[in-house]
């Protein structure tokens, strides 16, 4: 079983709420992802954790807070956002952090939340 | 820093032909790992094929394969036998130390 889930599909918020978006995988994978994907653009990296432990932060605003409950769950806290946060919010997992020991691993993804701050 | 360029926006394909999308990368890590990833409009990101640094033979997947040119530095994706169904966005990505760096992305149509 290769399925990353992620909740809710699509989120609509106003810029003064506070959401959280989830994600979940059972692949026993210890190193899981945030990324964001404008319209026509390539995903960029936001958060990476490994072993539940913030491993990369790519200078994120800090009105986006992650956090990896356990091995298998990752959330992104959303907070005071800005229209131009509006995206594709992807999650994936894989195995290890990627290029441990000189190995790649694949990078399994969810199919995302459709964000629109208004 | 890595860095990846797919220079084809759109592709067109005739269902059932064979289509190439090109990819190439610079870095001057010895080692790394290159993969691709298909997005259709649904939106997830599907893993297709990676190839190593030190792989000598070209990956394959089913109707995938990669054509892997060290010297050359690109890791061109065929995909043979084009289905209405592979068309989607493709992107192409090195691994830079944890993180995967994405290119551009190739929008690729098959035509019935």
């Known amino acids: 079983d290769t399925e990353v889930t992620q909740t809710p599909k699509h989120l609509v918020m106003g810029m003064t709420n506070k959401k959280s978006l989830k994600c979940e995988q059972h692949?026993?994978?210890?190193?899981m992802y945030w990324y964001k994907q404008k319209a026509k653009k390539p995903p960029e990296l936001m958060f990476v954790?490994?072993?539940?432990?913030?491993?990369i932060n790519e200078s994120v605003p800090s009105r986006f807070s992650p956090e990896c409950p356990n091995s298998s769950l990752l959330n992104l806290h959303l907070h005071a956002l800005q229209p131009e946060d509006s995206a594709l919010y992807l999650c994936?997992?894989?195995?290890?952090?990627?290029?441990?020991?000189?190995?790649?691993?694949?990078?399994?993804f969810g199919p995302g939340t459709r964000l629109t701050v208004t | 820093a890595q860095k990846i360029t797919q220079t084809q926006p759109g592709m067109f394909v005739q269902e059932k032909e064979a289509v190439t999308l090109d990819c190439t990368y610079d870095t001057s890590d010895p080692s790394y790992g290159l993969f691709w990833y298909k997005q259709p409009s649904s939106g997830e990101m599907i893993f297709l094929i990676y190839?190593?640094?030190?792989?000598?033979q070209n990956a394959t997947e089913g109707r995938y394969s990669l054509n892997f040119q060290k010297a050359r530095k690109s890791a061109n994706l065929v995909i043979s036998a084009s289905q209405l169904g592979d068309s989607a966005m493709y992107f192409c990505a090195i691994q830079h130390g944890n993180k995967l760096v994405f290119g551009a992305g190739t929008i690729l149509r098959v035509k019935s």
């Open positions: 692949m026993g994978h210890r190193a």
């Open positions: 994936a997992s894989s195995q290890e952090l990627s290029f441990v020991d000189g190995s790649s691993y694949e990078q399994y």
């Open positions: 954790y490994s072993y539940e432990k913030l491993s």
């Open positions: 190839q190593g640094s030190y792989d000598q």
